[in-house]
């Protein structure tokens, strides 16, 4: 009897032991799975701030811009002068509003001789906010993109701490 005793309490202290290293295991996979959790849940916070973070950045582009054109265009006349303040080089300046000219004076004096202002005012705005816009989605298809990624290591995480 006491040898039968003595059998079994070796094989309990071993099926003890596996017991509480199955037991640190599950505790060190669930901990990483929380930590991993964790920073998704955080670039995917960080994600969605971005969002927001352009979208008053376009709002506040268009106000801007809405603002700035309604000053340059409040004169009744183009002058060299208000063109070289408002662009840079002579190039964007006849890119901008999509005339041919071979100087500023020339491209003022074709922008004072058009008929209707309000037409450039109208078309430069569209252009320039266009423009802006399209940068602007360029940015928000990249964070699908990242977004997209975050789902798929979410989903990956969950679908391998269901396997184990």
């Not at 079994?8 to 505790?27: C, E, F, H, M, N």
């Not at 183009?78 to 300046?93: I, S, Y």
Request: with cysteine.
């Amino acid at each position: 009897m006491e040898q039968q005793q003595k059998s079994t309490l070796p094989q309990q202290t071993s099926v003890g032991k596996t017991i509480r290293k199955i037991a640190d295991q599950l505790k060190q996979e669930s901990n990483l799975q929380i930590k991993v959790t964790s920073q998704i849940l955080g670039a995917a916070a960080q994600i969605s701030e971005n969002h927001d973070r352009l979208i008053d950045e376009v709002v506040d582009m268009v106000e801007e811009d809405l603002d700035h054109r309604a000053q340059t265009y409040k004169a009744d006349k183009f002058t060299v002068d208000v063109l070289k303040q408002q662009f840079k080089t002579f190039g964007e300046a006849k890119s901008h509003f999509e005339l041919k000219a071979n100087s500023w004076a020339t491209l003022s004096d074709k922008l004072n001789s058009l008929s209707d202002q309000s037409s450039i005012v109208t078309h430069c705005s569209k252009t320039s906010v266009t423009n802006r816009l399209e940068i602007i989605e360029h940015e928000i298809r990249i964070m699908r993109t990242e977004v997209s990624q975050v789902l798929f290591l979410l989903h990956q995480l969950t679908h391998n701490s269901l396997k184990n």
